[in-house]
T-cell receptor, first 115, second 108 residues
Framework: DVKVTQSSRYLVKRTGEKVFLECVQD?????MFWYRQDPGLGLRLIYF???????EKGDIPEGYSVSREKKERFSLILESASTNQTSMYLC??????????????FGPGTRLTVL | GNSVTQMEGPVTLSEEAFLTINCTYT??????LFWYVQYPGEGLQLLLK?????DKGSNKGFEATYRKETTSFHLEKGSVQVSDSAVYFC???????FGTGTSLTVIP
């Protein structure tokens, strides 16, 4: 079974801090994704990566950056955390398909609170 | 543009009731369609999928049929159980669009 792990289940940070969220997958998937999940808004794509060192902006990239130095690891960085970034963050991975993304496999999520 | 529109929740049903959660999509091509489920405190997991028109995905008693003519992928289950209580997301493979999620609560 594919396993996607995230570095923390719960995280509390202060406004202005730099925050790192780590995600690791063990199935050699090309694609990796970061979403945030908010009540009433569903999942919104922040960034995705289709290869090492490659990244594409999603719908809401402002205030975030990402890093993918190794195929199995995809990091989300909040350069200067703000209270409106309090949310559930979900990482996912999938195989690449010419026709579009294949089934995405999700980590358990990190609930981030910014005070 | 591409999108997924999902039935608003929350939905509350009694055990053994019939479930339908509506989902429609817009896409420029012919995407794969998915239903994901999120149990409390967990990430999303794939429930079922269909990759082309008229395909039926099924799993754990849930079914959904890819209808190109109505651009729909409605989720159905004939008899829900308390353990089906979760949030359900419809999604398409084109541009990673997810619906907003439908919360289902099944009461004994």
């Amino acid at each position: 079974d594919v396993k996607v792990t995230q570095s923390s289940r719960y995280l509390v940070k202060r406004t202005g801090e730099k925050v790192f969220l780590e995600c690791v997958q063990d199935m050699d998937h090309e694609n990796m994704f970061w979403y945030r999940q908010d009540p009433g808004l569903g999942l919104r794509l922040i960034y995705f990566s289709y290869d090492v060192k490659m990244k594409e902006k999603g719908d809401i990239p402002e205030g975030y950056s990402v890093s993918r130095e190794k195929k199995e690891r995809f990091s989300l960085i909040l350069e200067s955390a703000s209270t409106n970034q309090t949310s559930m963050y979900l990482c996912a991975s999938s195989l690449w398909r010419r026709e579009g993304t294949d089934t995405q496999y999700f980590g358990p999520g990190t609930r981030l609170t910014v005070l | 543009g591409n999108s997924v529109t999902q039935m608003e929740g929350p939905v509350t049903l009694s055990e053994e009731a019939f479930l339908t959660i509506n989902c429609t999509y817009t896409a420029t091509g012919y995407p794969s369609l998915f239903w994901y489920v999120q149990y409390p405190g967990e990430g999303l997991q794939l429930l079922l999928k269909a990759t082309k028109a008229d395909d039926k995905g099924s799993n754990k008693g849930f079914e959904a049929t890819y209808r190109k003519e109505t651009t729909s992928f409605h989720l159905e289950k004939g008899s829900v159980q308390v353990s089906d209580s979760a949030v359900y997301f419809c999604a398409q493979s084109d541009q990673f669009y997810f619906g907003t999620g439908t919360s289902l609560t099944v009461i004994p």
